[in-house]
């Protein structure tokens, strides 16, 4: 582990003196350059993203842990337990580790169900319909309904208007918030902008949708202009759009009022289904002061959520909450299971509402917008640390995520799990990243920056393209 910058004795140019990380990529598995993947699905535009070398991690083969069969005197020796003993040591040691230096991805490390190991003797299985039981009895639906009543009361949604069910992760909420829509619309165009998820277009291609990408603002929320453009080109086929509610890489929020406004004016009026993929930011920004409301007293058809992010579940899973109308298109009767099922999965991870219903309910409303307010703080803290020390950074209005420019070192990228786009990398400020841990970061950045620059000799690249001329701050923008 390189040791701590707080002492600030330790010279990052010189890595003579840094005990080096564990080696968890191969410089050798650094492609050539690829031309952009093209994910528009059928009929969509051409890829915009330039060509760029992209930093593969290790073959995990080369540091996997190796099953082997038992010896016959093993459960005399107690060799074998001794080893997986050490194994697993080992193991949750890099993982301290490296949740000390997670900043890039939007995963809240701040939790403690301490109380909850009781029940993990248990194989916990919601298979079907959540509202619906099944001939299996070890389920966990009675958590689950509860969890599910928060979001709809959250959403404002009746409960005899809603259905949905806890998802294995936020991908499968957006591919069966899509699903829905092209289900209602058959011969709809899914539409999203440049900036969603990748699990969108991996949709389109699961479902052979015809699906166009529309132009993003430089913030990174979508470009309601374009996205006229483009319905006009379709206007006698039906509109399936996913909407953001903050976007993966900029945490950038669709601009809702606006999407509706532009279908309704366009005469796709009752032509339409909105998915909302709200992974992070949807179950913050109902706690964001003047932010805009998303909720179902609007035209949309589905809202989606991470569980793992800002709720801070220990394993991944997600909330789906779509309209009851929509669902009959999905539903089919499933003797084997004396229950019906509109879910993706079929089984379903029985535990993960014990451990939602667990956070909401010792957190709350309150809890969740103290949460909120904390983590916009910090984004600004880091922001305004950065651009003071002339590194550009953008922070959109209701996001926690703080865009700034790229590491010159793959090997600090790894160490601070930063996730990168081109120029660009990006921290998502959650509760469990707090000051003194941006104040470890940023020292070890500005030592190595000069570094990387040579004190101001060499410069810095130009991130206007992504951020915008005014927050770029290289040669060329600096004021």
């Known amino acids: 582990m390189v040791g701590s910058v707080g002492n600030g004795l330790m010279d990052l140019c010189d890595k003579g003196k840094v005990e080096p990380l564990p080696k968890e990529f191969d410089p050798t598995d650094i492609v050539e350059p690829v031309p952009a993947l093209d994910l528009e699905g059928v009929g969509g535009e051409e890829g915009s993203a330039k060509n760029r070398e992209i930093v593969l991690g290790r073959n995990v083969h080369t540091m996997c842990f190796t099953i082997k069969e038992p010896e016959v005197d093993d459960e005399v020796t107690g060799e074998r337990e001794a080893y997986m003993a050490s194994v697993l040591a080992r193991y949750r040691r890099s993982l301290v580790e490296r949740t000390k230096h997670h900043l890039g991805y939007p995963y809240n490390l701040d939790f403690d169900y301490g109380a909850l190991a009781q029940l993990q003797h248990f194989s916990i299985n919601n298979l079907g319909d959540p509202f619906i039981e099944s001939n299996y009895g070890v389920h966990s639906r009675q958590f689950e309904v509860g969890v599910l009543d928060w979001f709809a009361r959250l959403w404002e949604l009746e409960k005899n208007e809603y259905w949905g069910y806890i998802t294995n992760c936020g991908t499968e909420g957006n591919l069966h918030g899509i699903l829905v829509g092209r289900e209602v619309f058959p011969d709809g165009i899914l539409y999203a902008s440049k900036e969603s998820h990748y699990s969108v277009f991996k949709a389109a291609r699961m479902y052979r949708m015809e699906c166009v990408k529309v132009d993003t603002l430089i913030s990174g929320e979508i470009d309601c202009i374009d996205f006229k453009a483009k319905l006009l080109q379709n206007k006698e086929r039906p509109a399936v759009i996913n909407v953001n509610i903050g976007t993966t890489v900029k945490g950038a929020v669709d601009d809702l009022d606006m999407v509706i406004q532009t279908l309704e ?8 289904y909105i998915h909302c993929d709200g992974a ?52 089919s009767n499933v003797e084997y299971l004396a229950s019906r099922d509109a879910t993706i999965m079929g089984s379903r991870n029985g535990h993960a509402p014990i451990f939602l219903w667990y956070t909401l309910n010792r957190k709350g409303y309150r809890g969740f917008q103290k949460e909120v307010q904390k983590c916009l703080r910090n984004a600004h803290y880091l922001k305004d640390r950065l651009k003071e020390a002339g590194i550009g950074a953008m922070l959109n209005e209701l996001s926690s995520t703080v865009v700034f420019e790229r590491p010159k070192d793959d090997e600090f990228v790894r160490r601070w ?19 003194d841990k941006l104040d470890s970061f940023l020292e070890e950045l500005f030592q190595k920056r000069s570094c990387w620059y040579q004190d101001g000799k060499m410069p810095p690249p130009c991130i206007a393209a992504d951020i915008g001329q005014e927050k770029c701050f290289c040669v060329l923008h600096k004021k």
């Open 280 to 331: 992070l930011f949807g179950l913050m920004m109902p706690f964001v002061k003047r932010a805009p409301k998303v909720t179902f007293k609007k035209p949309i058809g589905s809202v989606s959520v991470s569980g793992h992010k800002f709720v801070g579940c220990p394993m991944p899973c997600g909330v789906q909450i779509t309209r009851l109308k929509h669902i009959n298109v999905l539903s």
């Open 417 to 435: 799990q930063l996730a990168c786009e081109g120029n660009i990398a990006h921290i998502v400020v959650m509760p469990n990243v707090n000051i």
């Open 265 to 272: 004016e366009n005469g796709f009026k009752g032509r339409f």
